[in-house]
Each structure stands twice: as C-alpha cells, then as structure tokens.
Nanobody
Framework: QVQLVESGGGLVQAGGSLRLSCAAS????????MAWFRQAPGKEREFVAA???????????LYADSVKGRFTISRDNAKNTLYLQMNSLKPENTTVYYCAADQRAPRDRLDYGLTTHWGYWGQGTQVTVSS
C-alpha cells in the first residue's frame, strides 16, 4: 500500500506558477504509476496528468489538453515524491488538486483519465488563482 500527501497549493496571481508535491510513503514507490487530478465544487474529478514508469525511467507522460504546454508532471523516486509544475495559471485553474497512484498496468492509455483506475488518493491541496 501507499499513502499520499499533497502540498504546495496556495494563492497565486493569474499568469503565475506553483509547484505541487505529492509525498508517498510505503514500499515500492517506483512500481506505481502516478497522476494528478483536480476537482471543483459540484463537478466531477477530472484528469490533469499522469506518468508511467518503466525500467527506472519515465516511460511516458500524459496530459489533459487544457494543460498541455503549461503543466509538467515529474517524479523523484529517490525522494518518493511526485510533482506538478504549473505555469501560466488561469483563474479557471482554481480548484483542489489530488494525486493518485496505482500499480496496475492500464488496458489502454485512456484508462489513466478514469478515476476508477486509481486505487490510492491523497487528501488534496487547494490552488487559488486570482485574476
């Protein structure tokens, strides 16, 4: 099992940047695929980015179209930490961000976008972007 704790959220002006972190505890962190989702009040939790890990390197990273070119997902297995670098933030990016983890290989890359694929979740960190 793995426990996930997000941090790094806060208040930032539009156009600014934040880096979210997700610290994982438990064994075999490097064997887990990892992802970021976000959820606004009254809305479905939506996919932001995911990273698949294989052979000691990032196998591939996936991004939602809305964040491509602005957000970057990365991980440091030595520190058991997942990151989300968010640049050029917009007020509509205001929401709670969650990290997720799972060891199961997806049947298809599209599975990464499904909340049902991910077995472990953090408690979330609030990001607020002011206009």
């Amino acid at each position: 099992q793995v426990q996930l704790v997000e941090s790094g959220g806060g208040l930032v002006q539009a156009g600014g940047s934040l880096r979210l972190s997700c610290a994982a505890s438990g064994r075999a962190f490097s064997s887990y695929d990892m992802a970021w989702f976000r959820q606004a009040p009254g809305k479905e939790r939506e996919f932001v980015a995911a990273v698949r890990w294989s052979g000691g390197n990032i196998y591939y990273a996936l991004y939602a179209d809305s964040v491509k070119g602005r957000f970057t997902i990365s991980r440091d297995n030595a520190k058991n930490t997942l990151y989300l670098q968010m640049n050029s933030l917009k007020p509509e990016n205001t929401t709670v961000y969650y990290c997720a983890a799972d060891q199961r290989a997806p049947r298809d890359r599209l599975d990464y976008g499904l909340t049902t694929h991910w077995g472990y979740w953090g408690q979330g960190t609030q990001v607020t972007v002011s206009s």
